[in-house]
């Protein structure tokens, strides 16, 4: 198998989205409400990606992988095994709630799914920041009397962020997105959410949006401590190690080559600035920036910019 596999964006409606993945990506957004989330990969039970183009267009990546697992992930992959990773484009128009995904540990018990992410800022709003883990002295008993005071925010780390800045969220960190950021967001592959305070808002359909506190409070890690983000470099690196995942920032100007050879392993490709022109023994293709494609095992590639781009590359999942 020597084509990347490109998929059709799932969009998703959200109360705090907008209409900025038209503007910021040059995408065709669906009639109707406010788009929050495009996701770009995505193997679970309620949504599949589907291929967009190539000799598999219109299939599933659950057909794919029920059909193809050893050439797209590799030997001794277990088809039935969902795809690890979720990648999500993230509109803020406003700012989203304050949530928590539970740790591998709590979350059978409270029948959830952890859920590691990795957030990289691809545009913001000189006013915009993180909000990423909790303020030094910030204790269990502190934060339930804020929640009830609804003095929460002296309890929680905010920081400003910058274009090409990012920052890895383990399961257990509270967290939120200011208004004015679009965000890429590669994640462990799950959707447990849990909402400890909506600063108010109501949904859209006009009543208060579930909260989860309860199951919140047995998820908040805290110990995570007014974490960091990694800020904006101009040369390549990793920007995110965990036990789910890995994500390198490759930079590549001029006569930069990317090479990515066959039987080592899948991994993601995903366009943060520029466009990028991606050949093999197949022919050639360009990917442009917001573009997001899963690079088989048994695929053997070689990306070069056109003039600069910055790409993530997603690895180390299997």
């Not at 599949?48 to 219109?58: A, I, L, Y």
């Not at 979350?107 to 883990?133: F, H, M, Q």
Request: glycine letters at 10%; a negative charge; proline letters at 7%.
């Amino acid at each position: 198998m020597n084509e990347l596999i490109r998929f059709r964006p799932l969009y998703q409606e959200r109360v705090w989205g907008g209409r900025g993945l038209e503007e910021r990506l040059g995408r065709t957004l669906p009639a109707g409400g406010p788009i929050g989330e495009s996701w770009e990969i995505v193997d679970r039970p309620e949504a599949q990606s589907v291929v967009s183009d190539g000799p598999f267009v219109g299939q599933s990546l659950r057909q794919l992988l029920l059909s193809h697992a050893t050439e797209i992930m590799g030997p001794g992959y277990d088809p039935k095994r969902s795809f690890p990773i979720l990648v999500k484009w993230l509109d803020c128009r406003e700012r989203l709630s304050l949530q928590v995904h539970p740790p591998a540990d709590i979350a059978p018990a409270l029948r959830g799914e952890p859920k590691t992410e990795n957030w990289y800022i691809a545009d913001t709003l000189p006013s915009s920041g993180l909000i990423v883990g909790l303020k030094q002295g910030t204790s269990r008993a502190i934060f339930a009397k804020a929640l009830v005071d609804m003095t929460l925010e002296s309890c929680l780390h905010r920081f400003p962020v910058h274009v090409g800045d990012s920052i890895l969220v383990q399961s257990g960190t509270v967290h939120a997105i200011d208004a004015g950021n679009l965000i890429l967001e590669i994640q462990q592959n799950s959707d447990t959410t849990y909402r400890v305070y909506d600063w108010g808002r109501l949904g859209l359909d006009g009543k208060p949006r579930q909260m989860h506190v309860a199951e919140s409070l047995a998820s908040i890690n805290w110990n995570d401590v007014e974490p960091q983000p990694l800020r904006a470099a101009k040369s390549s690196g990793v920007i995110a190690r965990a036990q789910e995942f890995t994500i390198r920032r490759v930079v590549l100007v001029g006569e930069d080559r990317l090479l990515l050879r066959p039987r080592e392993q899948p991994r993601l490709l995903n366009v943060v600035s520029g466009d990028v022109e991606v050949t093999s023994a197949s022919g050639g293709l360009t990917l442009r920036r917001g573009d997001t494609a899963l690079v088989p095992f048994a695929g053997d590639f070689v990306v070069a910019p056109h003039g600069e781009s910055i790409l993530l590359v997603t690895e180390q999942f299997v």
